[in-house]
């Protein structure tokens, strides 16, 4: 793509280009350089730890996230999990049921949902053998309504990372805008697409709390794109989407860097030695390559070997009804006493 055509202007939705955004009590009024008494937002005065409304921009949490990622605070827009940030894309740039996104199965199934939800028809360009993405009929099926493309990069649920030179071409011959999900970048010997940012106007990054930083719980999405990307989001985002807890325990977590490191590669060391142990279960017949947390495996009948599992207490899932992923089980990289568990059981299930 040639940069200087780039107009985002040209995607996002005309009523989301004129759109006057909510403004909050705490957005007005941001000068705290003294102590300042605060009456306007209609809160409980009495102070509990989380009477008053959180910072709508997030901005503590922004400012480690931007060091660490060598980019401007007004590169990253937060939401309440990835699923959120998503949904927000959805609405900033497709105009319901005029505009398409591409997504490339077997991938995540919540890009499917999100264009259900919000009347986007979904076009699906299945991924060839070897989970690769076929770029000339990616860009065949592309129209001028085609907004946005999304890459699920280490894609879920075959593990392994999309190759670099297709999705360069991509990004390069696809009119939208590129998504690439970077949920499990942690667990991949590779580096995150943000240092690309100022190269491709039409890239967005998303990354999780989720996975590697073991937050699940607290719901953070975090969106990297060019400053007028954010800005187009920001002006359609709740004003409170990312609650007061949940910035605090991030950036407590955040701050542990070394500790989330130990954790990843502990996690890692676990992919390699079940992928190992995994080879010897005579009804295991292919073991794709990871480059997350999970390992995908076909095996003769995932159905059955779905519910032996369960009768043993151990909960997979099972991904057999996606494309190309027939008799294919999905396993989770756990402790390693739960990986253990997980390889003894396989194992005497075999024997049976
Ligand atoms: C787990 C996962 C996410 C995480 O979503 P959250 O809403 O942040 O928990 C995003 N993308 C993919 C591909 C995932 O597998």
């Keep these: 793509m040639n940069k200087i055509q780039f107009d985002i ?40 730890g989380v009477n008053r409304y959180p910072d709508p921009q997030q901005k503590s949490l922004k400012t480690i ?5 060598k980019v401007s605070e007004k590169n990253i827009l937060l939401g309440n999990g990835s699923d959120e940030v998503l949904d927000l894309i959805f609405r900033a740039f497709c105009e319901p049921s005029i505009d398409n996104v591409i997504t490339l199965p077997p991938t995540y199934g919540m890009y499917k949902v999100l264009a259900d939800i919000n009347n986007i028809k979904e076009q699906q360009v299945w991924l060839e053998k070897g989970f690769q993405p076929n770029v000339e009929s990616i860009l065949a099926t592309a129209n001028s309504n085609s907004k946005l493309l999304f890459i699920c990069s280490p894609n879920n649920p075959s593990g392994n990372l999309i190759d670099q030179e297709r999705i360069e071409q ?16 942690d667990f991949a010997d590779t580096k995150s697409w943000i240092e690309r940012m100022d190269k491709y106007p039409n890239l967005i990054i998303t990354q999780t709390l989720s996975k590697a930083y073991g937050m699940a719980g607290i719901r953070l999405g975090i969106c990297y794109a060019s400053e007028e990307i954010i800005g187009i989001l920001n002006k359609i ?44 279960v005579n ?26 599992l369960i009768r043993e207490g151990i909960v997979v899932r099972n991904r057999s009804t996606q494309p190309l992923c027939d008799n294919t089980l999905r396993f989770t990289i756990g402790t390693k006493q739960e990986n253990e568990k997980l390889i003894q059981t396989l194992t005497s299930i075999s024997k049976s």
């Design 9 to 48: 202007k040209q995607l996002v939705r005309k009523n989301v280009l004129c759109l006057k955004p909510y403004s909050s009590a705490r957005d007005e009024f941001t000068d705290f350089d003294q102590d300042m008494i605060f009456l306007d937002a209609n809160e409980n005065p009495y102070e509990n």
């Design 65 to 69: 996230l931007a060091n660490q990622n």
């Design 170 to 185: 991509l990004l390069d011959g696809f009119k939208g805008l590129v998504v690439i999900d970077e949920a499990y970048i």
């Design 237 to 280: 985002k709740p004003p409170y989407n990312v609650n007061e807890l949940t910035q605090q325990r991030a950036l407590q977590r955040i701050a542990k860097e070394n500790q989330i490191k130990t954790e990843v590669t502990t996690i890692i060391e676990g992919r390699i030695q079940v992928k190992e142990t995994l080879s010897a």
């Design 283 to 308: 009804f295991v017949e292919e073991i794709f390559e990871s480059d997350a947390n999970f390992i995908l495996v076909r095996v003769d009948d995932a159905n059955k070997r779905y519910d032996q």
